[in-house]
């Protein structure tokens, strides 16, 4: 175990500054990082910092102004005391590799620097993270949706923020995507899911919306309203501030009653277990028959041999539909390579079987 000095070995005016808070320096510093104290109602954290000071320990200021440690300090310092950093396990580290490499970093540690304000998980400003390390941390919060924006990762909502940072710190592997099979619509196939599709003055319905991303499109393109349907709670604050009046959670709790007003089904199911053709034949199941479905399926749909497919097959020969194919890549902004197709089930499909 790393052997840290005892307030006792320290100068007079340091454990002043420590007071009766903490019986050494090792329990201050794990105090101010685990956030049991703060510098506006305890002295435990300003005597950290005050402390980090005395010792040239580089600090720098966190969200409004709170002081954070770093474990590292400048050259010149470091030899000026040497014996007292030695006690407190502190590494050797110059200003200019703090400043222009950045420094190695576990990812319990770079978490450990990160703020939440108010969506957002902000980035420390004057120390530079490793590109290593920094692209292990980037990765893990992509992973949990967050969107990079320069110098933080925004989410949807504070209490998101807050969760999300609680969970990797805590050691959890949080990945969105594969969890909720969640593989937003590009721009490339929401071109090709709205071409040719009027929905000027129409209700629409997306059943598995997302963050809105289909909800801003067909309200751009003149839709008057657009019912959405989503799962994962957290996206439902950004689908209303798309523009979407969210009608439930469960697309399979849906009535028939819920979207009678119904015009128009625009719909980006997830593709695994064959959800996209379960999602579209309840559906299909619901709406009235005057209502337009186009779908962003899985490939599947047009070669798969098992009996789900291959009974949805038959649903679309009897119509006469043929799956239009999206062309490779189509979701490699999503992050994923698989094969997609575009489905379009037209209205009165009644009278179009009696044909």
């Known amino acids: 175990m790393?052997?840290?000095?005892?307030?006792?070995?320290?100068?007079?005016?340091?454990?002043?500054?420590?007071?009766?808070?903490?019986?050494?320096?090792?329990?201050?510093?794990?105090?101010?990082?685990?956030?049991?104290?703060?510098?506006?109602?305890?002295?435990?954290?300003?005597?950290?910092?005050?402390?980090?000071?005395?010792?040239?320990?580089?600090?720098?200021?966190?969200?409004k102004g709170t002081p954070r440690n770093v474990p590292c300090v400048p050259r010149k310092k470091y030899q000026d005391k040497v014996s007292q950093y030695r006690l407190l396990s502190v590494e050797l580290v110059s200003e200019s590799q703090l400043r222009d490499e950045g420094i190695e970093l576990t990812m319990a540690q770079m978490l450990e620097q990160l703020v939440v304000d108010g969506p957002r998980l902000v980035l420390p400003t004057s120390v530079t993270f490793a590109?290593?390390?920094?692209?292990?941390?980037?990765?893990?919060?992509?992973?949990?949706?967050?969107?990079?924006?320069?110098?933080?990762?925004?989410?949807?909502?504070?209490?998101?923020?807050?969760?999300?940072?609680?969970?990797?710190?805590?050691?959890?592997?949080?990945?969105?995507?594969?969890?909720?099979q969640y593989y937003p619509t590009t721009d490339p196939a929401g071109d090709r899911l709205l071409d040719g599709v009027k929905l000027n003055g129409k209700v629409v319905c997306e059943p598995s919306a997302g963050e809105g991303y289909i909800v801003r499109?067909?309200?751009?393109?003149?839709?008057?309203?657009?019912?959405?349907?989503?799962?994962?709670?957290?996206?439902?604050?950004?689908?209303?501030?798309?523009?979407?009046?969210?009608?439930?959670?469960?697309?399979?709790?849906?009535t028939p009653d819920d979207v009678a007003n119904v015009d128009v089904v625009l719909m980006n199911p997830p593709f695994s277990g064959a959800q996209d053709v379960k999602h579209v034949e309840y559906v299909l199941s619901i709406v009235p028959d005057r209502v337009e479905v186009h779908a962003i399926m899985s490939g599947a749909?047009?070669?798969?041999?098992?009996?789900?497919?291959?009974?949805?097959?038959?649903?679309?020969?009897?119509?006469?539909?043929?799956?239009?194919?999206l062309p490779a890549g189509t979701f490699k902004d999503s992050g994923t390579q698989v094969k997609s197709c575009i489905v379009r089930i037209p209205s009165r499909r009644k009278a179009t079987l009696a044909a």
């Open 217 to 254: 499109r067909a309200l751009a393109a003149g839709a008057k309203e657009v019912l959405a349907v989503e799962l994962y709670e957290p996206f439902h604050e950004p689908l209303r501030r798309a523009g979407g009046r969210i009608i439930g959670c469960n697309i399979f709790d849906v």
């Open 301 to 325: 749909v047009k070669d798969n041999t098992s009996r789900i497919y291959t009974g949805f097959r038959t649903l679309l020969d009897a119509f006469g539909i043929k799956p239009e194919d």
């Open 131 to 180: 590109p290593h390390s920094y692209q292990v941390l980037k990765k893990a919060l992509i992973k949990a949706n967050g969107k990079y924006q320069g110098s933080s990762f925004g989410f949807d909502s504070q209490a998101t923020a807050t969760d999300v940072l609680t969970r990797l710190m805590q050691g959890e592997d949080i990945n969105i995507k594969k969890t909720l």
């Open 2 to 63: 790393t052997n840290y000095v005892q307030c006792s070995d320290l100068p007079v005016e340091v454990q002043q500054m420590m007071k009766y808070k903490a019986a050494t320096v090792e329990d201050a510093i794990a105090m101010h990082r685990q956030g049991h104290v703060t510098i506006v109602d305890n002295g435990v954290s300003w005597s950290v910092y005050r402390l980090g000071e005395y010792l040239g320990v580089v600090t720098w200021e966190g969200h």
